[in-house]
């Protein structure tokens, strides 16, 4: 069960590392863009590491209050979890 939570963990990082970089290029497009909420639910649903990375990166969402507090929260809050879990 923690390799299967691993790779999911690995490829939600992944989703939300690249998410974040194409909203970006859709945005210097001026092209339609991947909703906000969309954003924040990968990284909510364990995509944190990879948003925020995206975020820093990429220099997206960088300004947005909810941005900008709730992403690194969320990692905070996985990190804790995922510790917890694999080092019990």
Not at 8 to 34: E, P
Not at 38 to 63: E, F, Y
């Amino acid at each position: 069960m923690k390799q299967v939570l691993g790779y999911y963990l690995l490829l939600i990082n992944a989703i939300g590392l690249l998410i974040m970089c194409i909203d970006k290029l859709l945005a210097k497009k001026q092209a339609r863009r991947v909703p906000e909420r969309t954003l924040l639910l990968i990284a909510a649903i364990g995509g944190s590491l990879g948003s925020l990375l995206g975020m820093l990166i990429a220099h997206h969402k960088t300004r947005k209050a909810k941005f900008y507090i709730l992403v690194p929260l969320f990692l905070v809050l996985h990190a804790a979890a995922a510790g917890w879990y694999f080092l019990r």
